[in-house]
C-alpha cells in the first residue's frame, strides 16, 4: 500500500514539474 502511495506522489510531482517545465517553455517562447 505505502509502495502505492509513493509512486501515486511521485507521479503526481512529475505532473507538476512537467506542467511547470512547458509554462516556462511557452513563456519563453512568447518573450522571443
Known sequence: ???VWKQNMLKD???KVET???HI???DL???
Do not use: A, T
Open 13 to 15: 510531482n512529475y505532473k
Open 25 to 27: 517553455s511557452l513563456r
Open 1 to 3: 500500500m505505502f509502495c
Open 30 to 32: 512568447n518573450l522571443r
Open 20 to 22: 511547470k517545465d512547458l
